[in-house]
């Protein structure tokens, strides 16, 4: 039987071990590279501290090459992201009538709602971009964990704007621009990532 970083297995899925299940998806893209391999039971906790400190230098050294395009990239996004969610929401308040978003209540200006809206654009996309950088430094996949994260998180600010009081059509178009903004912002980064990925950009070791 082969050896692998996860232990002995006779057939099925790499990692697999006799007379266990194999891990979800979302338990191996969130597997540290640095706990890949596991260690007896009763190893000692020094050693576990020396880990977790060769993991904080890793994380703050910050020289792994995707992470300036990665910044770039969702700094971009966010001043995109922030002109365009500025611009629709004037839009459809001016065309069609509709008060979005619909968290900016009846009594707001079409202006004022507008760059509360372009704001909460540009930090959404930041926190993703920083979000990946950690998933970087950290995940063993860090393309699928942040699939896994930001899919859920789009959900999340979907399904929002219908929880709140207002206008049933401003809550729709709410989340209809939710799901799109969040949906691009999502792809483009990770697609970022992948692409490096694919290209052998990351030089850290993988298990």
């Known amino acids: 039987m082969p050896d692998t970083p996860f232990g002995r297995y006779s057939g099925g899925l790499p990692g697999r071990r006799v007379g266990r299940p194999a891990p979800r ?25 020396q880990d977790f400190v060769a993991l904080h230098e890793e994380i703050s050294a910050g020289s792994d090459p995707v992470l300036r395009p990665l910044w770039w990239t969702g700094l971009a996004c ?4 922030a002109a365009l969610a500025f611009a629709v929401v004037l839009g459809v308040r001016g065309v069609f009538g509709v008060l979005v ?54 959900g999340a600010v979907a399904l929002l704007p219908l929880a709140l009081r207002g206008p049933r059509d401003a809550a729709l178009v709410t989340a209809a621009m939710n799901v799109a903004g969040g ?8 697609a970022v990532v ?14």
């Open 183 to 190: 949906t691009a912002v999502v792809g483009l980064i990770a």
């Open 101 to 154: 978003p619909v968290f900016a209540g009846r009594h707001t200006s079409a202006e004022a709602a507008a760059t509360s809206y372009a704001l909460c654009a540009l930090a959404g996309t930041v926190q993703a971009t920083a979000l990946m950088h950690l998933l970087v430094a950290t995940a063993a996949r860090p393309v699928r964990a942040f699939a896994w994260i930001g899919g859920t998180g789009v």
């Open 78 to 81: 966010a001043l995109v992201a």
């Open 25 to 49: 998806p979302w338990q191996r893209s969130f597997r540290c590279p640095s706990t890949a391999r596991r260690r007896p039971a009763a190893e000692a906790q020094a050693k576990r501290y």
């Open 194 to 207: 992948a692409s490096a990925e694919a290209g052998g950009s990351f030089r850290r070791g993988r298990p």
